[in-house]
């Protein structure tokens, strides 16, 4: 053929035509300078990374006429019969149209065979990891010990798949992608030679669409060229390589940041229309943000740009989203893009990723608000133990506050009676309605609900006893606020305590839980209300019997006051046999 693709025609002849691989070129070339080559070698990375590039270089430096040396000649008829592919001594084989055993056995027959017409007979198996197991196995032994005068090279893109035995009978060299700058450069290199016309605007979408690739940004950039004919615009390479342009990322960016959702998705609709890949189109807005990043933090390093330009207008674009915003934004992307590779749905991904874009800048401001607040509070601590701390070493703090201290229990102490929240109009509903049997029936038992409680759940009910009581419901006193609180709060508590009383009485009790205190004020209020005053019942002789009623349950519920255990054990024994003593 009288033409040939640039990553044919401009394949890198010498370790110093490659692009990037510094690591790698640096290690193969001392080996070469110091004699220290060995017989197996491992090249894995990426498509389009100079692995087979690097591996018949080392070739010819092996067995150049002018070498061994850091670079091969190649102007001697070793070298350039490698070149070419006639060298009989340097055998490239693809395993993934060879993967049998029977292949690798041929290999393995011919290897004892000394070189012909070089120093070295090297073997290049390429895409090694389609061997079958069988000719891996096969491989293993003449890998470990081949004879002095055969080297092995094999490279892949997918090392984990070659069984560790054979990994770890190699130097294994990981080739790295290529940066953007190292792929223009070379396509720079390779139009000059050509004579082409081009723009560096039109190489940088290239070199960013291929992905450090080189093999892939030649052949888009021999595409480009074909396309363009006289000179390569960017409007052409965008449309060959399927890229969108920095002017649909700058309205798209601009509504965002105004928070017009409506446009942004607008935008987004007419891309896919215009079949831009919904995958494809938030990496590029990821490195879209990426550049606008660079300009605030480094706005010098304009060459680090991959899709915006350092024009005025992008730095002004950056200069209205803030770095946290950017940050949370590309987080959000880059988690998109993540879940698209499950769905097959990935415009949806991409509309709902546009519209949290566009509420980032107000969650970013409630953030800094929140920040703002408590870094007020920190500050406002700070002081305060400052302040302690002063008083401690002066010696004035415990004279000075304790008198204050003991003065303030008493507000402490109705300020923490005040958090509990105390149903009062439920307990005078239960008043009403509360009768002597009632409550009897929960005395009766309580001694053995305490005992079939958990020893947490009982250990919130020592100092705690009904004291009043319907056919529906009855009200809890607790001596100790904190612990009718934690009653109060605890879940499972509040959960299995009325299943274990209707367990054991046949009735779904619905418990209200009261502080003493509040218990005593509310007891107090209800006897007003009602007219039940001692006073007003001995000087009123027309009081309702309705009312006398209420006043001789609320003194029969205060004469059932008594301890449950008491209560029990004067059933079991009888009240002349027990006797009771206070500690």
């Given at each position: 053929?009288?033409?040939?693709?640039?990553?044919?025609?401009?394949?890198?002849?010498?370790?110093?035509?490659?692009?990037?691989?510094?690591?790698?070129?640096?290690?193969l070339?001392n080996?070469?300078?110091?004699?220290?080559?060995?017989?197996?070698?491992?090249?894995?990375?990426?498509?389009?990374?100079?692995?087979?590039?690097?591996?018949?270089?080392?070739?010819?430096?092996?067995?150049?006429?002018?070498?061994?040396?850091?670079?091969?000649?190649n102007?001697?008829?070793?070298?350039?019969?490698?070149?070419?592919?006639?060298?009989?001594?340097?055998?490239?084989?693809?395993?993934?149209?060879?993967?049998?055993?029977?292949e690798?056995?041929?290999?393995?027959?011919?290897?004892?065979f000394?070189?012909?017409?070089?120093?070295?007979?090297?073997?290049?198996?390429?895409?090694v990891?389609?061997?079958?197991?069988?000719?891996?196995?096969a491989?293993?032994?003449?890998?470990?010990?081949?004879?002095?005068?055969?080297?092995?090279?094999?490279?892949?893109?997918?090392?984990?798949k070659?069984?560790?035995?054979?990994?770890?009978?190699?130097?294994?060299?990981?080739?790295?992608?290529?940066?953007?700058?190292?792929?223009?450069?070379?396509?720079?290199e390779?139009?000059?030679?050509?004579?082409?016309?081009?723009?560096?605007?039109?190489?940088?979408?290239?070199?960013?669409v291929?992905?450090?690739?080189?093999?892939?940004?030649?052949?888009?950039?021999?595409?480009?060229?074909?396309?363009?004919?006289k000179?390569?615009?960017?409007?052409?390479?965008?449309?060959?390589?399927?890229?969108?342009?920095?002017?649909?990322?700058?309205?798209?960016?601009?509504?965002?940041?105004?928070?017009?959702?409506?446009?942004?998705?607008?935008?987004?609709?007419?891309?896919?229309?215009?079949?831009?890949?919904?995958?494809?189109?938030?990496?590029?807005?990821?490195?879209?943000?990426?550049?606008?990043?660079?300009?605030?933090?480094?706005?010098?390093?304009?060459?680090?740009?991959e899709?915006?330009?350092?024009?005025?207008?992008?730095?002004?674009?950056?200069?209205?989203?803030?770095?946290?915003?950017?940050?949370?934004?590309?987080?959000?992307?880059?988690?998109?893009?993540?879940?698209?590779?499950?769905?097959?749905?990935?415009?949806?991904?991409?509309?709902?990723?546009?519209?949290?874009?566009?509420?980032?800048?107000?969650?970013?401001?409630?953030?800094?608000?929140?920040?703002?607040?408590?870094?007020?509070?920190?500050?406002?601590?700070?002081?305060?133990?400052?302040?302690?701390?002063?008083?401690?070493?002066?010696?004035?703090?415990?004279?000075?506050?304790?008198?204050?201290?003991?003065?303030?229990?008493?507000?402490?102490?109705?300020?923490?009676?005040?958090?509990?929240?105390?149903?009062?109009?439920?307990?005078?509903?239960?008043?009403?309605?509360?009768?002597?049997?009632?409550?009897?029936?929960?005395?009766?038992?309580?001694?053995?609900?305490?005992?079939?409680?958990?020893?947490?759940?009982?250990?919130?009910?020592?100092?705690?006893e009904?004291?009043?009581?319907?056919?529906?419901?009855?009200?809890?006193?607790?001596?100790?606020?904190?612990?009718?609180?934690?009653?109060?709060?605890?879940?499972?508590?509040?959960?299995s305590?009325?299943?274990?009383?209707?367990?054991?009485?046949?009735?779904?009790?619905?418990?209200?839980?009261?502080?003493?205190?509040?218990?005593?004020?509310?007891?107090?209020?209800?006897?007003?209300?009602?007219?039940?005053?001692?006073?007003?019942?001995?000087?009123?002789?027309?009081?309702?019997?309705?009312?006398?009623?209420?006043?001789?349950?609320?003194?029969?519920?205060?004469e059932?006051?008594?301890?449950?255990?008491?209560?029990?054990?004067?059933?079991?024994?009888?009240?002349?046999?027990?006797?009771?003593?206070?500690?």
């Amino acid at each position: 053929m009288s033409y040939q693709a640039f990553y044919r025609a401009y394949r890198p002849q010498s370790f110093a035509e490659m692009s990037g691989q510094t690591h790698i070129k640096q290690t193969l070339q001392n080996a070469l300078i110091y004699n220290k080559t060995t017989h197996a070698y491992l090249f894995s990375g990426p498509r389009g990374t100079g692995k087979t590039s690097a591996a018949k270089i080392f070739a010819k430096a092996l067995n150049c006429e002018n070498g061994p040396d850091k670079e091969p000649c190649n102007k001697c008829a070793t070298c350039k019969s490698i070149t070419e592919g006639s060298n009989t001594d340097v055998i490239e084989f693809d395993a993934a149209s060879n993967s049998r055993v029977e292949e690798i056995r041929d290999i393995i027959e011919k290897v004892r065979f000394a070189p012909s017409n070089a120093r070295y007979k090297v073997y290049i198996i390429d895409e090694v990891h389609m061997l079958s197991t069988s000719a891996f196995n096969a491989l293993l032994k003449t890998l470990e010990e081949p004879p002095a005068h055969v080297v092995f090279i094999l490279a892949t893109t997918e090392p984990h798949k070659i069984p560790l035995t054979i990994i770890s009978r190699c130097q294994r060299f990981d080739f790295k992608r290529i940066t953007s700058a190292d792929i223009v450069s070379r396509m720079v290199e390779v139009l000059t030679d050509a004579g082409i016309e081009y723009d560096v605007n039109v190489l940088k979408i290239i070199a960013q669409v291929a992905a450090g690739g080189m093999r892939d940004a030649l052949s888009m950039l021999d595409q480009v060229v074909s396309f363009s004919g006289k000179m390569m615009t960017i409007e052409d390479a965008l449309l060959v390589t399927g890229s969108i342009g920095q002017d649909v990322f700058y309205q798209l960016a601009d509504a965002l940041s105004e928070r017009d959702v409506a446009q942004a998705l607008s935008s987004i609709e007419k891309l896919v229309e215009d079949g831009k890949d919904p995958v494809r189109l938030t990496e590029d807005f990821i490195t879209f943000y990426r550049d606008l990043l660079v300009l605030q933090v480094a706005p010098d390093q304009a060459e680090l740009l991959e899709i915006a330009t350092g024009d005025e207008r992008f730095r002004e674009l950056a200069t209205k989203f803030p770095v946290e915003t950017l940050y949370k934004s590309i987080s959000i992307l880059t988690n998109t893009q993540q879940e698209m590779r499950f769905s097959n749905h990935a415009k949806v991904y991409l509309e709902t990723a546009v519209i949290r874009l566009a509420q980032v800048p107000q969650e970013a401001a409630v953030g800094n608000a929140n920040s703002a607040e408590l870094e007020k509070k920190v500050q406002l601590l700070e002081g305060q133990l400052q302040q302690l701390q002063q008083q401690l070493s002066q010696g004035t703090f415990a004279l000075g506050t304790n008198q204050g201290t003991q003065q303030e229990q008493p507000k402490r102490t109705r300020q923490k009676a005040s958090g509990v929240k105390v149903s009062s109009g439920r307990i005078q509903e239960i008043l009403k309605t509360a009768t002597k049997s009632d409550i009897q029936t929960i005395k009766s038992q309580w001694a053995n609900i305490l005992q079939q409680l958990q020893k947490s759940h009982a250990a919130l009910l020592n100092d705690a006893e009904p004291v009043a009581a319907s056919s529906s419901a009855f009200v809890l006193k607790f001596k100790y606020d904190i612990h009718c609180q934690m009653a109060m709060e605890n879940k499972t508590f509040s959960t299995s305590f009325p299943q274990l009383i209707s367990s054991l009485t046949g009735t779904m009790y619905e418990v209200v839980y009261v502080p003493e205190e509040s218990w005593l004020k509310i007891r107090e209020e209800f006897i007003r209300q009602n007219g039940l005053k001692k006073d007003s019942i001995e000087s009123t002789q027309e009081a309702s019997s309705e009312s006398s009623e209420v006043m001789e349950l609320l003194q029969g519920m205060e004469e059932i006051t008594e301890d449950p255990l008491i209560v029990e054990a004067e059933k079991l024994f009888g009240k002349e046999f027990v006797e009771v003593h206070d500690d």
